[in-house]
């Protein structure tokens, strides 16, 4: 095992711990112990980071590709340059208001979930062209979505439990791979007329919806799926 300290903004010093055999190699902020965010690492299986301060700098995570942000007490994240990352989950963050911005153009995999606070979400995750699947529930205070989803290669969206969420972002025409979309328990009023771009959308779930006064006349243009 050996020992680095390195300097952030001359206020963050942490110190890097290596385990050189098959454990993990884990990152030590300073004393206070308050998240845990596990990493997969192109080259290594696995990196730990114990994150103790609050982080204001833009994240550079270069070579990794599966983040875990899970049960981090940040009120704000730093903005995230991830161009390897294919999986990222940010799960019980119960401080978080809004998602920092991020730059992850290989991201399949994004998990959001029971992050109490969270209202906004940044107009960036609208475009992520390589996400395949997407859950985002149970964070119960979420009010703003990206206002067009122009997610090329995403299979399924599971966007549920959002009781003060009345409106739905717009579809981009080239959203032809979406097959399942969950909206149940949401606050919506209304679908909107661009989901005739999903194409090839086979089970769309809309209970619990008790808002929801009617659907668009473009929902019936789609032949292959079931309500």
Partial sequence: MTSEEICLN???????????????????????????????VIGRPQI?????????????????INVNLSGCEFTKLPKLWAP???KLD??????????????????????LSHCKNLVEIDECYGSLEKL???????CIKLQFLPGQLKLKSLYAFHLCGYARLEKLPNFHPE????????????????????IEHLTKLVEL????CKNLRDLSDSIYKLQWFRI
């Fill in 48 to 64: 730990s980071f114990c994150l103790g301060c609050e982080l204001s700098l833009e994240l550079c995570l270069e070579n990794m």
């Fill in 132 to 138: 395949e699947l997407w859950f985002l529930y149970d």
């Fill in 84 to 86: 390897n990352l294919e």
């Fill in 90 to 111: 940010i799960s019980y963050c119960k401080n978080l208001v809004k998602l920092p911005e991020l730059w992850a153009p290989k991201l399949k995999f994004l998990k």
């Fill in 10 to 40: 001359q206020k963050i010093t942490l110190k890097l711990f290596l385990l050189f055999r098959v454990g993990p190699v884990s990152f030590a902020f300073d004393a206070t112990l308050i998240a845990m965010l596990a990493v997969e």
């Fill in 175 to 194: 959203m032809e791979c979406l097959q399942y979309l969950d909206l149940s328990g949401n606050g919506i009023r209304e679908v909107p007329s661009s």
């Fill in 205 to 208: 779930n809309l209970r619990y």
